[in-house]
């Protein structure tokens, strides 16, 4: 008798059991995203945390979402509510649980997005 018919469990390599990544699946989820990122706006510069260059990464699982992002000043007095609106924002596009991870990076105007930077009349 086999161990499976034992068991009743089927031995599968480890390979079988990490969920398939769908590269396409999330390149759209990730648009999807940064398209409801562009809602939450830094009050003080009066742009989204997407055109001031602040969200530096995002990170997909079949569950959740990571993303880093960075602050224009480490003592920006409304980071605490730009992070939780971040969270929100992704957890409601992704539709699955995300996490705001605060990046190590200095901010500096060449992260903007060009047509915002050049809003500012700043070219790069």
Same mark, same amino acid.
């Given at each position: ?31 999807? @995203? ?48 730009? @992070?939780?609106? @971040? ?9 699955? @649980? ?27």
């Amino acid at each position: 008798m086999s161990d499976e018919a034992k068991t009743g469990v089927e031995n599968k390599p480890a390979t079988d059991v990490e969920p398939k990544v769908n590269l396409n699946e999330y390149s759209a989820l990730e648009e999807k @995203v940064r398209q409801a990122l562009r809602e939450v706006y830094d009050p003080e510069l009066g742009m989204s945390v997407i055109e001031l260059g602040l969200i530096r990464k995002l990170e997909f699982s079949p569950d959740s979402v990571n993303v880093t992002m960075i602050l224009t000043t480490p003592f920006c007095p409304y980071g605490p509510a730009l @992070v939780e609106q @971040v969270r929100q924002k992704t957890q409601e596009a992704a539709e699955r @649980v995300a996490k705001v991870t605060m990046g190590l990076e200095m901010w500096e105007p060449s992260m903007m997005e060009d047509q915002a930077a050049a809003n500012w009349g700043l070219y790069y």
